[in-house]
């Protein structure tokens, strides 16, 4: 019997109203079999970055060491990211510096789907490329073919708070199934190789 792969689900936004928020909040309600989707909850309770608030082998913030934890518990990471000023929030930038040190994500299989409608011509096209860079500097494994845009206009997201569109609901599972097939490639891989 295969085992559940876990992806937890990061927006990068903290508005209430986030089509990103929604969008990963759906992929918790349309997650394929044997996946399972966990939100994130903690992006603005983060302490801001400081090297020295992170000493090797030494106490943490709480809230530190529950990002660690919940990131170091899964199987994949799949973030969804506004762009502000043509870069990354500044908040989520802060949640990506508190993962360096840790290492959670060093290998981690990682992906992002971008939100942006059609009057975001560039699709967050320069958030995401600072994303994929930090992502490389932390050594994860990014699967590029579950790293897709999936527009999601405030229009399609109903009261409950979830996409409620079928193609766009499809669209997020299909990213979901991406990742954890490529996490279930790798678990195969790495039974055969002991």
């Not at 840790?102 to 320069?126: I, K, Q, R």
């Not at 990014?142 to 499809?170: K, M, Q, Y």
Request: hydrophobic share 40%.
């Amino acid at each position: 019997m295969e085992r559940t792969i876990q992806i937890l689900l990061v927006s990068g936004s903290l508005r209430a109203g986030s089509t990103n928020t929604a969008l990963l909040r759906t992929a918790q309600a349309v997650a394929p079999g044997g996946v399972v989707g966990l939100l994130y909850r903690g992006l603005g309770a983060l302490p801001h970055f400081n090297p020295d608030d992170d000493p090797e082998g030494g106490p943490i913030d709480p809230t530190v060491a529950d990002l660690r934890a919940q990131i170091g518990s899964a199987d994949a990471l799949l973030f969804s990211t506004p762009e502000y000023a043509g870069a990354l929030p500044g908040s989520f930038k802060n949640l990506l510096e508190w993962t360096v040190g840790g290492g959670e994500t060093y290998g981690m299989p990682v992906a992002w789907v971008n939100a942006s409608g059609p009057a975001a011509p560039t699709g967050a096209a320069d958030a995401h490329d600072s994303l994929r860079k930090v992502l490389g500097y932390t050594g994860s494994d990014i699967v590029e073919a579950a790293c897709v845009r999936v527009p999601v206009p405030r229009t399609a997201i109903g009261s409950d708070g979830l996409v409620a569109e079928p193609a766009i609901r499809e669209q997020i599972a299909g990213v979901l199934a991406t990742l954890a097939r490529h996490v279930s490639d790798r678990l195969a891989d790495e039974v055969s190789e002991e």
